[in-house]
Every structure is written in C-alpha cells, then in structure tokens.
C-alpha cells in the first residue's frame, strides 16, 4: 500500500544519500537520481511510483522529464528487482510485526479499564476481550506459524506503543448519538419509580444531567455529589433498575461492590466506574459516614494506580445511587442534602426497555441548551426537609427527648454547657457515652432548635428538664 512504499521510498533516498555523502542544492542531480533509482529497484519499488515519490520530495527538483527518463534507464538496465530492501532489518521487522498485526487482530486501549483490549478480524468474534497472557501467547503462536519471528516481548511492546489507537466507552458512546426526538425520556424513567414524593421526578431529571455532564467532562472542579436513595421493601426491583440506567454497551462500568473500609480501592473506583450504587445503604457503617461524604464531593483522584510508582491525577467518572430496606437510615446530623431520599410505593416497572439513545440524546441536547445540571440552594433545602423522615435518631438524642426539652422564648429554663447536660442524661439513664459521641452531641442541640449563646466557658443551650417517671 501507499504507507509501506513510502517508507521504501524515504529508506532508499536516506540510503542514497549516505553513499552520495549528502546532496546539496545546486549539486548535480543525476547522480542522487541514479542512486535513489538504483535502491527503490532493488526494493521492489514499481517504476512509476518511484518517478511519483521523486517528483513529489520536497528536497529534489521537479524536472519531471528528467526524473522519468532517468528512472526508466536504471529500470532497463539493472537486475534484481526487489531483491535487496533499502530498510534495515530492525526496520523490516517492525513493518512485517505491524501488518500481521493489524491485518489479524483490532486492538484498542481503554481508558477507563487502563487494559489493552482486542478482537480478532474475520471471525465470529464481535466483543472486545482483554488482552492477557494466554492471547498474548496465542498471538506470538500465529505470528510464528506465518513465518513472523515474533516474540513474547516484541507483541507486549507493540500492545504497550502508540499503534494500539485510545478508546474513551463514554465519549465514543455519546459522540455516536442519534438527534434527540424530543420525548421527554428522563420524565418517563422517573415515572417508573412509584413513589409519593412531588419532587422526585425534578431532583432525578437535575442528578440525570449532572451525571452526564459530569462524564462529559464539563465541570472538573466539582463532583455529582447528590445521590438518588431508593427505599422501600425487598423485591421492589430497586438494584435491577439502578444497573438499568446505564446502556448495554457502558454496563461494565457499573458496579454495586464498593467497600468504603479500603478507602485507596474505593477513590480509583470513582476513576473506573460511571455510576456506583451503594447497594443496601444502611451497611455503611457510622465510622465510615466521614469518608463516604469525602468520597461523594471529591472532583478529582490524586492516587497511585495498581502497579504503579508515581501518584497521578485521575479523572472523576462516577457517580452514585443507592438503596435501602429500611427508613431510618441517615445518620449525619449536619443534614441530608446529599441524598434524594424516597419511599417507594410499590415496585419499579422494569419490564419495558428503554430507548437508551434517545435517553441520552435528550440528555445532551439539554446540557448544550445549558439547562442547569447542578442543584441550588431552593432545591437542596427541598432534599434536607424531605430526608428528615429517614434520619436516624442517635441514642443520646433520644434520651435527650427523654430529660429535656428545649425552652421556649419566655421561658426560664436553664442555661447549661452541652456536657452538663451530657453528664446528667448519663446519670439518669445510666448509659455510658463515648468521647465521639459527647463530641458532636452540641450539633445535636443545634440541630434540634434549642437555642444557645456563647459565654466564656464555651457555648450555653437554654432547656427545660422533664420529670421522668
């Protein structure tokens, strides 16, 4: 093909070049020309596109008479045609290499998976598998049986260079999107989720965008940090819809096995995946709370990849969805607006197949008519009302529902240290509490409404106490 005799052609001018001792301009031409002709002979360089490449070489004269008259006469009157390459044979071995491979197999690397992936031509291999050591065994052995000298290392280092093209899943998945319809498809894959929330339909459309945008690229410096929680009983189809959301073709990068404990496993997830679902939420432990919410907020992913010795930046993917059985399953006292949280009425329709091209296509076609993706203060506020009825009331909050309650504006009350308080809650009740828990128990009052002012020995809390029976 064209690409080999131009690499025939430039190793037969170089080779004339050594033997002529370089040429200049304004040096006579008919020795390089009988020289260059003499070499792309012996390579097997046909005549006429050796007179082709000639007169096209930015270093000679386009005397094309003179090029095609001295060219014919070297034609004439040499032997061995094709016998003898200009190339080295290093170079005649990188050439052989890349046309077997290209010609029997179609590699590509993955960007997301960091895995040189392959699938053989002319076979009934249509699916991309990952390159391991059993294919780059099978490789080296069909290169051998065709007379290619290649081995093990010789087939890693070609996987391991820029001959094996980059795949990105999501973009080349959006990129090759149909013209969105106009169907509202976001709307209808809300609707499938039975529930009796007015704002569930909005907050999903606004965490859909984000997810997308988020894969797009378009905002680095943040993260989709807003996870849709579905609650409800069991057999209501809540993962079978969350594995939904993503296309046939991006299902691989889906995952519901995180494990928060292996926090640097965790971080290269958000790397590896486009959407997480925190599968049976009320797992996660309290301990981990502080890491999930560092998890969920952070834009980017400063790690050291498996087998890797330098700490690299990492592009974020991931987003998260979860579920849940149970109600009372939000812990942090500092608020809910993290999550859309909704109970399910009844089971998820997940019967009927979704349009995914046009799904996404809708999604795109909103983010380039810049419909706001993120979510704002209004709807924030909206999430930390409607989360309210699946938080998790710690105990020393309730036993303070027990002995106190908080004073009202005209009452007199008692002002007292949050760990007064604490301290006559754990004699009343003979409950011990650890220093974790006595720590935040001021947010606690805080969050509770009870009214405080700060004095010199710390912040006071105005409450009543209760006569307990």
């Keep these: 093909d064209s690409e080999a005799l131009a690499v025939l052609f430039s190793a037969a001018f170089n080779r004339a070049l050594e033997e002529l001792d370089g040429y200049r301009e304004g040096d006579d031409l008919q020795p390089l020309l009988v020289c260059l002709a003499e070499h792309c002979f012996r390579a097997g360089i046909p005549e006429e596109d050796t007179v082709r490449w000639t007169k096209a070489h930015y270093r000679l004269p386009s005397d094309e008479l003179l090029i095609r008259e001295t060219v014919k006469s070297v034609y004439r009157s040499a032997k061995g045609f094709g016998k003898k390459s200009s190339l080295t044979a290093e170079q005649l071995f990188a050439m052989q290499m890349d046309e077997f491979m290209k010609r ?42 065709e007379g290619v000298k290649m081995w093990d290392r010789d087939v890693i280092r070609y996987l391991d260079s820029d001959h094996v093209p980059v795949y990105q899943p999501v973009e080349d998945f959006l990129y090759h999107l149909p013209h969105w319809d106009g169907k509202d498809r976001i709307l209808e894959l809300a609707n499938r989720v039975p529930c009796d929330n007015p704002h569930w339909a909005p907050l999903f459309r606004r965490w859909f965008l984000n997810m997308v945008a988020h894969w797009r690229g378009m905002d680095k410096k943040h ?39 292996r926090k640097r496993d965790a971080e290269l997830y958000l790397n590896r995946f486009l959407l997480i679902n925190m599968d049976e939420f009320d797992q996660i432990s309290p301990t981990q709370q502080a890491f999930l919410k560092h998890i969920l907020q952070k834009p980017v992913v400063n790690t050291r990849r498996p087998n890797a010795s330098a700490v690299e930046e990492l592009r974020r993917y991931a987003s998260f969805i ?53 979510f704002d203060s209004e709807e924030e506020a909206i999430m930390t009302e409607n989360n309210r009825e699946f938080e998790q009331s710690p ?75």
């Design 223 to 261: 993260a989709n940090s807003t996870s849709p929680l579905l609650i409800g009983p069991q057999a209501y189809r809540k993962s079978t819809f969350c594995r939904m959301l993503l296309p046939p073709a991006l299902q691989a990068y889906y995952t519901d096995s995180i494990d928060f404990s």
């Design 322 to 374: 979860a579920t849940s059985n149970h109600r009372d399953l939000l812990t942090d006292t500092s608020g809910s607006r993290r999550f859309i949280g909704i109970y399910m009425t009844g089971a998820i329709d997940v019967s009927r197949p979704i349009d995914y091209e046009q799904l996404y296509a809708q999604a795109l076609e909103l983010l380039y008519h810049n419909e706001r993706y993120w």
């Design 104 to 145: 029997r197999y179609e590699f590509r690397y993955n960007t997301l998976t960091t895995e040189v992936e392959y699938r053989e031509r002319n076979s009934f291999n249509f699916y991309f598998r990952p390159v391991d050591k059993r294919v780059l065994a099978s490789i080296t052995m069909n290169a051998m049986y």
């Design 395 to 469: 105990a020393i909050e309730q036993l303070f529902m027990v002995y106190y309650r908080r004073a009202e504006e005209e009452e007199e009350g008692e002002w007292l240290l949050a760990i007064d308080i604490l301290r006559r809650i754990q004699k009343a009740s003979k409950m011990t509490f650890s220093a974790r828990q006595a720590s935040y128990f001021g947010r606690i009052l805080q969050r509770l409404g009870v009214k405080s002012k700060r004095k010199t020995y710390g912040t006071y809390y105005h409450v009543v106490p209760l006569e307990v029976e």
